[in-house]
């Protein structure tokens, strides 16, 4: 069961999405100051998604509470759906936004290359690769599982590439960071666009 709360004066959007799995609800305004208000039982995810949050300067509101006696999987996965779709929501029609954004984020000894397109075409590459199987209690084999979810429907082509590091926590953290400047730079309206879907096809 899923509802979707589209607010029609701004770029601001409420999901809220029930399973026998979890129960999650997120709200994001695209326009924020980068505030954040992150709890779904998974401490590393809510420091990663308060990442996302504070370097885009989206507002993020995520509630998640999820069937953690059996592991973290429906959790983060489930987390990455809700929160791409309250993104696509808030998004609306794309109008006047730059579209694409990529970034490279540096962390002490790791580099991470983030580049995308708001394209309304979900795909993922991921190339990063973990020299630990665990960050704290999160299985670093899930962030892949986020950020296909995050993408798919966030309707995002998104790229992500871990060029060299060697600590997990900084590898996943730069992921992040990465993938939030690159999302401020595609959001961000484009004063010479006039408004215009940025596509000759004339929508996203």
């Given at each position: 069961?899923?509802?979707?709360?589209?607010?029609?004066?701004?770029?601001?959007?409420?999901?809220?999405?029930?399973?026998?799995?979890?129960?999650?609800?997120?709200?994001?305004?695209?326009?924020?100051?980068?505030?954040?208000?992150?709890?779904?039982?998974?401490?590393?995810?809510?420091?990663?998604?308060?990442?996302?949050?504070?370097?885009?300067?989206?507002?993020?509101?995520?509630?998640?509470?999820?069937?953690?006696?059996?592991?973290?999987?429906?959790?983060?996965?489930?987390?990455?759906?809700?929160?791409?779709?309250?993104f696509a929501q808030a998004?609306?029609?794309?109008?006047?936004?730059?579209?694409?954004?990529?970034?490279?984020?540096?962390?002490?000894?790791?580099?991470?290359?983030?580049?995308?397109?708001?394209?309304?075409?979900?795909?993922?590459?991921?190339?990063?690769?973990?020299?630990?199987?665990?960050?704290?209690?999160?299985?670093?084999?899930?962030?892949?599982?986020?950020?296909?979810?995050?993408?798919?429907?966030?309707?995002?082509?998104?790229?992500?590439?871990?060029?060299?590091?060697?600590?997990?926590?900084?590898?996943?953290?730069?992921?992040?960071?990465?993938?939030?400047?690159?999302?401020?730079?595609?959001?961000?309206?484009?004063?010479?666009?006039?408004?215009?879907?940025?596509?000759?096809?004339?929508?996203?």
């Open positions: 069961m899923q509802k979707h709360i589209k607010s029609a004066d701004s770029r601001r959007a409420t999901v809220n999405r029930r399973t026998k799995e979890t129960t999650i609800s997120a709200t994001v305004d695209l326009d924020g100051t980068g505030a954040y208000d992150v709890s779904t039982g998974v401490g590393f995810l809510d420091h990663m998604i308060e990442q996302l949050a504070r370097h885009s300067l989206m507002d993020i509101t995520l509630k998640a509470e999820g069937d953690l006696y059996i592991d973290q999987h429906h959790t983060t996965e489930d987390s990455g759906i809700v929160l791409g779709q309250a998004l609306g029609d794309k109008a006047g936004i730059t579209r694409y954004g990529s970034a490279y984020l540096p962390m002490d000894e790791t580099l991470t290359r983030v580049a995308l397109d708001a394209s309304g075409r979900p795909f993922l590459i991921w190339q990063v690769e973990f020299t630990r199987s665990k960050i704290g209690e999160m299985d670093t084999e899930l962030f892949r599982e986020w950020f296909q979810a995050f993408s798919q429907h966030a309707g995002l082509t998104l790229h992500v590439e871990n060029l060299y590091g060697e600590n997990s926590h900084h590898i996943a953290e730069t992921c992040y960071k990465a993938l939030a400047r690159a999302l401020r730079q595609a959001i961000a309206v484009d004063e010479r666009q006039s408004g215009r879907v940025p596509s000759t096809k004339g929508q996203l």
